[in-house]
């Protein structure tokens, strides 16, 4: 392991609701005086080609943090990561077609569960796998089988969409999307009655308005949108997205909503500065997106289960004259577990946010790519 001091990573990476405003605690701010260190591990391979073509956009972590999974599309197959150990361990191979088979469409996710179950989320195919390939539960979604609450007439959903699965794997989120509007619904489904209903998300509708379309001809045209997430932690569902800092907790044991909400203090709680949501020109669309990303962009939580704190980094673009060269400014926030706010700060000269960051044993992962080698950043706190 090769220790990288701070001043040479920099450059490198880096069914009721409930609203609750939350307020720092007596102890102020625990990240006031926060300093980190950076060590980058390399995973040794051995003669195994760990595939990093999409990144690691489809991959996780088990309970124990012990194991990294990746999975690798083009060879149907699960790439197991020892983390403590730093090495390649094993395949695991899937069949795409037949009865066992994890489909061949295009996969929005894969997560492992405990003993080394996978959760595989496509259009068509969604089902919960054994480690050896076999199909241990069909979630496979048909549309035209769901009855949906609050659904409008000749809507269409996309009920995969971000699908995250209750313990119990009777009850599921998603959330479709309507690219041309930039709306996004949440909807809640019971699996086993084929039924679900759409619940209103009213704090994150600010996203939409950051929704940006250039009509490029009859045929095509591009689009910019803000993304809201899904994440599961423990029992309970969060709803976030980049634009503000809100953030809805869904409790799936009681079937309840609470609305968190925060008043920092080195930034603005959401974007302020309008764009506009149509454009015709390659210049425009391009300015309209830079106004968007120069305001307050929030990332997702991350959770250390070491000290029961969440963590959510925000970032800033700063415009350049090079539009090549990208410089960002970088701010870090702390909740504890009930996501009360208990600390805020500038990371300053971070120019990359971490990637695909989690908790390991305290310190936070992160994944970087070294020449085409599977590595990690490994970011050691100190309050």
Request: charged content about 25%; hydrophobic content about 35%.
């Amino acid at each position: 392991m090769q220790r990288l001091f701070l001043i040479f990573c920099l450059g490198l990476f880096f069914s009721c609701e409930n609203s609750k405003e939350s307020k720092n605690p007596e102890n102020g701010n625990i990240l006031e005086n926060l300093t980190f260190s950076v060590d980058t591990v390399v995973i040794d391979a051995g003669e195994e080609i760990i595939n990093l073509k999409n990144g690691v956009r489809l991959a996780s972590v088990n309970e124990s943090k012990s194991h990294f999974y990746l999975f690798d599309d083009k060879g149907s197959q699960v790439q197991k990561i020892y983390l403590d150990k730093l090495a390649w361990e094993e395949n695991l191979p899937f069949e795409k077609e037949g009865p066992n088979g994890i489909g061949t469409g295009r996969h929005s996710k894969v997560i492992v569960y405990s003993e080394e179950n996978f959760l595989f989320v496509s259009f068509p195919i969604t089902g919960i796998f054994s480690k050896e390939g076999g199909l241990l539960k069909d979630l496979t979604i048909r549309y035209e089988d769901f009855k949906i609450e609050g659904q409008e007439e000749d809507e269409s959903l996309n009920l995969t969409s971000q699908l995250t699965l209750a313990d119990d794997q009777k009850t599921a989120f998603a959330l479709p999307t309507n690219l041309l509007k930039g709306t996004r619904k949440l909807v809640k489904l019971d699996l086993e009655d084929s039924t679900g209903k759409i619940l209103p998300i009213p704090a994150l509708d600010i996203a939409s308005e950051y929704h940006i379309i250039r009509q490029v001809d009859d045929m095509g045209m591009t689009i910019y949108t803000e993304p809201i997430h899904i994440q599961k932690f423990g029992s309970d569902v969060y709803l976030l997205t980049q634009s503000t800092n809100k953030i809805y907790q869904f409790d799936f044991h009681t079937d309840s909503v609470q609305l968190h909400e925060f008043d920092f203090t080195i930034v603005a709680n959401q974007k302020e500065i309008p764009v506009k949501n149509k454009v015709k020109t390659e210049e425009d669309f391009a300015s309209q997106i830079e106004k968007a990303k120069s305001q307050i962009n929030f990332e997702k939580l991350i959770y250390d289960e070491q000290s029961e704190t969440f963590y959510r980094f925000g970032r800033k673009n700063i415009p350049q004259a090079n539009k090549e060269v990208q410089k960002i400014q970088s701010f870090l926030f702390a909740f504890d577990k009930d996501l009360n706010l208990i600390g805020e700060t500038e990371l300053k000269g971070l120019e990359t946010l971490p990637e695909s960051p989690f908790f390991k044993d305290g310190k936070l992962w992160s994944y970087v790519n070294v020449e085409d080698e599977l590595g990690f950043a490994v970011f050691t706190f100190d309050f």
